[in-house]
T-cell receptor, first 116, second 112 residues
């Protein structure tokens, strides 16, 4: 069975600095998706970034980028120029491509605080 | 605006009572999901449905039931058989069998 592990329950970053959130996963599949979701205090989950496993190039969305290491089964999220609005719970998630109906497996979450 | 609407946002229930959480989407998505969120445990899948009149159990389906009579609606019933129902419940949808999930704002259920 696939698993997703986020080993950092809490992280803190100074405003305008860079922070990296870690995520590892376990799977025997070769094709899959990986996601980072943000859950602000309002509790609504928002997609931050996604990565298809067959793509070697790391995904980037403005200040958010990932370091995808397929062989190591690692998928970290880097937030550059951190802003107060980045404070939230961040979840890493894994999704199989076939047969699983699109359901995702989530990690335990990392709570990010941003200091002014 | 397209999106997912969950209601109620907050719900209190006495032990032994069933309660139904509503989830409606106007995104024209085929698949819908219910996740449960507990502190320190991330999100765990309760039920999911890929098509109308069909649904599958997720990892923690015991004590829950669902229906999918319409494409837009996927209500979740928390039955009295659910031993620890106090939690935050998230409904989501996706366009197909792969890809990102779109989430509602969630419903917090508290059992008194």
């Amino acid at each position: 069975a696939q698993t997703v592990t986020q080993s950092q329950p809490e992280m803190s970053v100074q405003e305008a600095e860079t922070v990296t959130l870690s995520c590892t996963y376990d799977t025997s599949e070769s094709d899959y998706y990986l996601f980072w979701y943000k859950q602000p205090p309002s509790r609504q989950m928002i997609l931050v970034i996604r990565q298809e496993a067959y793509k070697q190039q790391n995904a980037t969305e403005n200040r958010f980028s990932v370091n995808f290491q397929k062989a190591a089964k690692s998928f970290s999220l880097k937030i550059s120029d951190s802003q107060l609005g980045d404070a939230a719970m961040y979840f890493c998630a894994y999704g199989r491509i076939y047969n699983q109906g699109g359901k995702l497996i989530f990690g335990q979450g990392t709570e990010l605080s941003v200091k002014p | 605006d397209g999106g997912i609407t969950q209601s109620p946002k907050y719900l209190f229930r006495k032990e032994g009572q069933n309660v139904t959480l509503s989830c409606e989407q106007n995104l024209n998505h085929d698949a819908m999901y219910w996740y449960r969120q507990d502190p320190g445990q991330g999100l765990r899948l309760i039920y999911y449905s890929q098509i109308v009149n069909d649904f599958q159990k997720g990892d923690i389906a015991e004590g829950y039931s669902v229906s999918r009579e319409k494409k837009e609606s996927f209500p979740l019933t928390v039955t009295s058989a659910q031993k620890n129902p106090t939690a935050f419940y998230l409904c989501a949808s996706s366009l197909g069998a792969v890809g990102e999930l779109f989430f509602g704002e969630g419903s917090r259920l508290t059992v008194l």
